[in-house]
Nanobody, 126 residues
Framework: QVQLVESGGGLVQAGGSLRLSCAASGRTFNSYAMGWFRQTPGKEREFVAAFSRSGGSTYVGDSVKGRFTISRDNNKNTVYLQMNSLKPEDTAIYLC???????????????????WGQGTQVTVSS
């Protein structure tokens, strides 16, 4: 089992940047594929970005492609989401997710993930 704790959210003006972090507990971090999702009231949880357990393969959602990048540091048990050129529509709670796997696949569906953090709020003002 893994526990996830997100940090780095906050209030930023449109066009600004933030970097989110997700710290994971446990010794087998590189056994987990990781993903970022976001949630706004009244809407379904939206896929943002994800990578395979090694980090060798990545997938970024169309709504953030070219603005957001993901990275992971398996030595620090941490994944990051660098968000640039932020827009008001990026306002959401951002959640980190993990899936234990032996496959080198990238997962982009909410139901693919068993473990979730509590999220960090990102607010982009216009």
């Amino acid at each position: 089992q893994v526990q996830l704790v997100e940090s780095g959210g906050g209030l930023v003006q449109a066009g600004g940047s933030l970097r989110l972090s997700c710290a994971a507990s446990g010794r087998t971090f590189n056994s987990y594929a990781m993903g970022w999702f976001r949630q706004t009231p009244g809407k379904e949880r939206e896929f943002v970005a994800a990578f395979s357990r090694s980090g060798g393969s990545t997938y970024v959602g169309d709504s953030v492609k070219g603005r957001f990048t993901i990275s992971r540091d398996n030595n620090k048990n941490t994944v990051y989401l660098q968000m640039n050129s932020l827009k008001p529509e990026d306002t959401a709670i951002y959640l980190c997710a993990a899936r234990s796997t032996v496959a080198s696949l990238v997962y982009y569906r909410e139901r693919d993930y068993a473990y979730w953090g509590q999220g960090t709020q990102v607010t982009v003002s216009s």
